[in-house]
């Protein structure tokens, strides 16, 4: 089944801990990006990817860190978290063909940064 | 100002009626608009998207583009209790801007 697969679903944590969320594809795209939901802000992009070793910032970048190694993983790194970084997070993946958009969303990691 | 605009609703129909859903944008290079529909505690699942200005059809989804008004607009016909859920419009080119969501609501 073609699916974006994050963990965790849902972690709370506590500020400062460095924490990890994995994103993985599986696909064959080449482009994969980060988003965070939040209640009256809607979806920001936070980093994406247009293949390997290629990242660029999104629209909220502050305080987050990607990786791009291999082509199906795509991991979201919080070096220190704090309770801003409180959200509804999202990986999604499409083929770029010209940036359509066509993207393919993950189920989604609840964070609470206590 | 944000790049794409989106009234959060919540809209509330009975079934079977006609739903508009509408969003402006102000970045003029935008060329490729996507409507995302998103469950409640799920992913954002694509419905469709259109290049530049006109209509595209898929079933009883209509997605509709004028550039020269920026206003993107999508149209739900005979509308149910399944279609209930968030509606976002998006657009951009690999950095993509969404809007805020449209709550709908389907009423049996």
């Known amino acids: 089944e073609a699916q974006v697969t994050q963990n965790p679903r849902y972690l709370i944590t506590v500020t400062g801990k460095k924490l990890t969320v994995t994103c993985s594809q599986n696909?064959?795209?080449?482009?994969m990006s980060w988003y965070r939901q939040d209640p009256g802000l809607g979806l920001r992009q936070i980093y994406y990817?247009?293949?390997?070793?290629?990242?660029d910032k999104g629209d909220v970048p502050e305080g987050y860190k990607v990786s791009r190694k291999e082509k199906r993983n795509f991991p979201l790194i919080l070096e220190s978290p704090s309770p801003n970084q409180t959200s509804l997070y999202f990986c999604?993946?499409?083929?770029?063909?010209?940036?359509?958009?066509?993207?393919?969303f993950g189920e989604g990691s609840r964070l609470t940064v206590l | 100002q944000k790049e794409v605009e989106q009234d959060p609703g919540p809209l509330s129909v009975p079934e079977g009626a006609i739903v508009s859903l509408n969003c402006t944008y102000s970045?003029?290079?935008?060329?490729?608009f996507m409507w995302y529909r998103q469950y409640s505690r799920k992913g954002p699942e694509l419905l469709m998207y259109?290049?530049?200005?006109g209509n595209k059809e898929d079933g009883r989804f209509t997605a509709q583009v004028d550039k020269s008004s920026k206003y993107i607009s999508l149209f739900i016909r005979d509308s149910q209790p399944s279609d209930s859920a968030t509606y976002l419009c998006?657009?951009?080119?690999?950095?993509?801007?969404f809007g805020t969501g449209t709550r709908l609501k389907v009423l049996a």
């Open positions: 999604a993946s499409s083929f770029p063909t010209g940036g359509t958009g066509e993207l393919f």
């Open positions: 696909m064959n795209h080449e482009y």
């Open positions: 990817s247009m293949n390997v070793e290629v990242t």
């Open positions: 970045n003029s290079a935008f060329q490729y």
């Open positions: 259109t290049y530049s200005s």
């Open positions: 998006s657009s951009g080119t690999y950095k993509y801007i």
